[in-house]
Nanobody
Framework: QVQLVESGGGLVQTGDSLRLSCAAS????????ISWFRQAPGKEREFVGTIHWDGGSTYYVDSVKGRFTISRDGAKNGVYLQMSSLQPADTAVYYC????????????????WGQGTQVTVSS
């Protein structure tokens, strides 16, 4: 079992930056992929990016490349989503999710989820 708790959401203005945190706990993190998804009202949950806990390799959806960065802190068991140049289109509930062994952009493949944190970008 892996438990995930997000924090750091809020209301920001266009062009601002925001950092979300995902605190992980539970069994081993070896071979774990932790990803960020987001879901806007009336839309399907969307993959944002992922990080491999062991090697730190990352992958992002095209719409956030160059603006969003995922990192991890092994000492704190934390994964972070640094978001910059935020736009109203980034408004959504952001979730962190985890799965073992293989990366995936499909939210249906993830076994562990946090409760989500709201990010609202005003124009």
């Amino acid at each position: 079992q892996v438990q995930l708790v997000e924090s750091g959401g809020g209301l920001v203005q266009t062009g601002d930056s925001l950092r979300l945190s995902c605190a992980a706990s539970g069994r081993t993190f070896s071979n774990l992929y932790i990803s960020w998804f987001r879901q806007a009202p009336g839309k399907e949950r969307e993959f944002v990016g992922t990080i491999h806990w062991d090697g730190g390799s990352t992958y992002y959806v095209d719409s956030v490349k160059g603006r969003f960065t995922i990192s991890r802190d092994g000492a704190k068991n934390g994964v972070y989503l640094q978001m910059s140049s935020l736009q109203p289109a980034d408004t959504a509930v952001y979730y962190c999710a985890a799965k073992y062994y293989t990366a995936s952009t499909n939210y249906g493949n993830y076994d562990y989820w946090g409760q989500g944190t709201q990010v609202t970008v005003s124009s």
